[in-house]
């Protein structure tokens, strides 16, 4: 799988790194991180997606605890959820709110401890 570094900007300031596993293939996307034990604090995965839609995400067969990041064409950050491990037949959806192109994944708490929040933009390496 290939993978790129993305930058977290606020107000033009860097604020976080992290390199992420590009998710590009339909395969891809449906699998997301689905049955990884662990994940590195400096790794994550990145959705890009063609046409900026609607999305939705949830967290079946997910093992890691997550910060689901919403991102629109422009860049900007739109919607960040903290998506705690679920098991059962029912799992809660986490929806973009708006028209997003690319979904970051990474775990839990990077968000809120870089301070990273809606409308902070990201940038690719």
Do not use: H
């Amino acid at each position: 799988m290939d993978e790129t570094t993305i930058e977290f900007y606020n107000k033009s300031e860097e604020i976080a790194k992290i390199n992420c596993d590009i998710a590009k293939t339909f395969f891809q996307k449906i699998k997301g991180l689905m049955y990884r034990e662990k994940l590195s604090s400096d790794k994550g995965m990145i959705f890009i997606f063609s046409i900026p839609w609607i999305r939705s995400f949830w967290m079946k067969n997910v093992k890691i605890p997550l910060d689901i990041i919403f991102i629109n064409r422009k860049k900007e950050i739109i919607k960040i959820y903290e998506a705690e491990i679920e098991k059962g037949i029912f799992y809660k959806i986490y929806n973009s709110k708006g028209f997003c192109k690319y979904v970051i994944e990474v775990n839990k708490g990077f968000c809120k401890k870089y301070n990273i929040k809606e409308k902070d933009k990201i940038n690719f390496l």
